[in-house]
């Protein structure tokens, strides 16, 4: 199968590396407004060959969209309006903006609407890396509204990469991904805010990092160019959560400020109970 | 040299296996009020033998204190009523009303109050792990009141542990992990909590955590057994740098009420610059 993808970044280029190496793709072509990136790409092998968009779709079964979901809104209906036979498949963040923009378009069933929730906080074609995928999750949004070509497409796709396949409708997936994804970004930008304030010495923050800080603020390295088109586009559901996660915090104060520890240790103790949820 | 270490945890048996492993004692003799813990501790061999706390101390060159911060202010100056050469080593998480407790006592200069800015969010001697130190930083605290050998001891054994050393006033190690350590905690037990009021379905979370919730949430799995005394003891500081994280994230919330991605768009790209004191 020729494979397009279309934005070789963090996500396009460890699918490319995936699924080059793993045999799905017999060909990898890129695509990207950046002849940079194209070229970095070329250099790490990402990819077999760059070319334009239109070039690319003619030659390919499959064209991959990995781009920002705010860029996604103009071009999956520009390369709906380009393909005949070809599958069309997005690995976007948020989905009700998106499933609303092509809802009409007569090619609606050649695209297959996914999320393959993995990724680091680095970004680029020089971020992209071997086995990102491996035993995640791989949401497919929307599914009736594809055809049965582009369903077992994706789905090869993603068992190729040992992804767990799970549908959803669009609504649900942007709710669910506010709530478990989208706020611990939101949360780790805050801290990382917070902590440059109050902590003037970087020394310190590098000295001490150690204490916890290094893993809650990973996220906070994420690029905005990626994140802010997600809070726009997801913005009622992330406030929602927002919300309630400023009313937590609020809560613990409040118990800080009465002394009331006995409160504070059954929440933690209820925090606790992530553990068997995530082992 | 013989060590004893009281309280075999997460941090008092990583020290066990790494003293040990690397030469620095010759014997580890394990106190700890849990019976069962000691015996976890001798199955994984984590300790040579275990002992009451009056025979150990007699028969050992160091004693180090790796117990919960409140059985701490009460340890410590019972340890230190005992002692006579011995050098007493404390691996607590807050300073300040550690160091008021034993102002006076006239055993103070045979303690080096020290804090190795190291751990995971599991505890107890199951947890225990080798290299848990490596690379990472330890605080030793108020050197100016222990003697030479006190501050040559704990020099030695966090060295032999490759842990780069600094030294702080109990006071401004207390506000630096305030801001770099505790309110990351804080942040993380918030976050756990919120996503666990808003996602009742727990499918969701085991799914879809691959989106940055597991590296936000880990130390929402922390015990409130060592937790809730760090708290309480370095309340203050912890209060200050959460009003700060409350308004950030209020100000955020803000932002995406108004739309003003521009101004939120700036702020990520601040909160960005932690990469480069993290790398």
Chains 1, 2 share one sequence.
């Not at 069309?88 to 996914?114: C, W, Y």
């Not at 997801?234 to 400023?246: A, G, T, Y």
């Amino acid at each position: 199968m020729i494979v397009t993808i279309v934005g070789i970044g963090l996500i396009g280029g460890s699918l490319a590396i995936s699924l080059k190496e793993n045999g799905f793709a017999d060909k990898i072509i890129g695509v990207d407004k950046s002849q940079e990136n194209l070229d970095k790409a070329i250099r790490r092998r990402l990819i077999d060959e760059d070319s334009d968009l239109n070039t690319a779709i003619e030659q390919s079964d499959l064209i991959i969209l990995a781009v920002p979901v705010d860029n996604l809104l103009t071009l999956l209906p520009n390369v709906l309006d380009k393909v005949n036979y070809q599958i069309v498949m997005d690995v976007g963040s948020t989905k009700m903006s998106l499933m609303e923009v092509v809802e009409n378009h007569p090619k609606r069933q050649n695209l297959i609407a996914t999320h393959p929730m993995a990724g680091t906080e680095y970004s680029g074609p020089e971020a992209a890396i071997p086995n990102l995928f491996d035993g995640k999750c791989a949401v497919l949004c929307d599914v009736k509204k594809s055809s049965k070509k582009a369903i077992g497409i994706a789905e090869k796709l993603y068992k190729s990469l040992n992804m767990n396949i799970v549908c959803l409708g669009a609504k649900a997936h942007d709710i669910h991904c506010a709530y478990v994804s989208h706020i611990s970004h939101i949360s780790s930008f805050a801290l990382a805010l917070t902590v440059l304030e109050k902590e003037k010495d970087e020394k310190q923050i590098f000295d001490l990092a150690g204490g916890g800080f290094e893993s809650t603020v990973r996220l906070a390295k994420s690029s905005p160019e990626m994140w802010i088109p997600i809070f726009d586009q997801n913005r009622e559901n992330i406030l929602d959560v927002l919300d309630e996660h400023i009313n937590t915090l609020s809560n613990l104060r409040s118990l800080l400020i009465k002394k009331d520890l006995e409160k504070f240790y059954q929440l933690i103790q209820k925090a606790n109970s992530i553990k068997k949820i995530l082992k």
